[in-house]
T-cell receptor, first 111, second 118 residues
Framework: GEDVEQSLFLSVREGDSSVINCTYT??????LYWYKQEPGAGLQLLTY?????DMKQDQRLTVLLNKKDKHLSLRIADTQTGDSAIYFC???????????FGAGTRLAVHP | DSGVTQTPKHLITATGQRVTLRCSPR?????VYWYQQSLDQGLQFLIQ???????AKGNILERFSAQQFPDLHSELNLSSLELGDSALYFC?????????????????FGPGTRLLVL
């Protein structure tokens, strides 16, 4: 089973906010990441958060981290059709930060 | 464009064969990571090299091996291929900055090599 868990699918209306949730297991993880994968493409780094932070905002993206519950979320404001993709949560584990990925959340944006 | 390049983009081969996948990291990055993405296993870490030396190992089969050369490019060798090895293989690179004892290793991914074993 996955050590990092995400819901598999999210559907939102264009212009609404999307919230993608993730839970992880290793409390010693120093960095947590969000990657985006469009069909047939590689993984694009969206943002990351250091474990001593609660929140990080980057334009339309807001990352919230609840370290006590080992819960990470990614909020996309004003979701657009170009945001349709699979979003992966990953925790950096071990001294050299190997990434452990969730199964990915497929975001579908409809008009 | 992440700055990480991978060749070839696609590879079709037969069971029992051996292939080599190549990765060039971003300029200045010392670390190279290999990941496998398959439908049943998802994205899995295989192996990491730092400045030519193996640093961490994940779920890499004994039939697979990798190396990082003095110019920092890396190759992943897959041998005795099986149908189940069909997957997308990603390379990622990072600068590997040490900050107060913590390694900041933000990884940038290449476009991947899609391997199909028939």
């Amino acid at each position: 089973g996955e050590d990092v868990e995400q819901s598999l699918f999210l559907s939102v209306r264009e212009g609404d906010s999307s919230v993608i949730n993730c839970t992880y297991t290793d409390s010693s993880s120093t960095y947590l990441y969000w990657y985006k994968q469009e069909p047939g493409a590689g993984l694009q780094l969206l943002t990351y958060i250091f474990s001593n932070m609660d929140m990080k905002q980057d334009q339309r993206l807001t990352v919230l981290l609840n370290k006590k519950d080992k819960h990470l979320s990614l909020r996309i404001a004003d979701t657009q059709t170009g945001d349709s993709a699979i979003y992966f949560c990953a925790e950096g584990r071990g001294g050299y930060n190997k990434l452990i990925f969730g199964a990915g959340t497929r975001l579908a944006v409809h008009p | 464009d992440s700055g990480v390049t991978q060749t070839p983009k696609h590879l079709i081969t037969a069971t029992g064969q051996r292939v080599t996948l190549r990765c060039s990291p971003r300029s200045g990055d010392l670390s190279v990571y290999w990941y496998q993405q398959s439908l049943d296993q998802g994205l899995q870490f295989l192996i990491q090299y730092y400045n030519g030396e193996e640093r961490a190992k994940g779920n890499i089969l004994e039939r697979f091996s990798a190396q990082q050369f003095p110019d920092l490019h890396s190759e992943l060798n897959l041998s005795s291929l099986e149908l189940g090895d069909s997957a997308l293989y990603f390379c990622a690179s990072s600068e590997s900055k040490g900050l107060a004892g913590v390694w900041e290793e933000t990884q940038y991914f290449g476009p991947g090599t899609r391997l199909l074993v028939l």
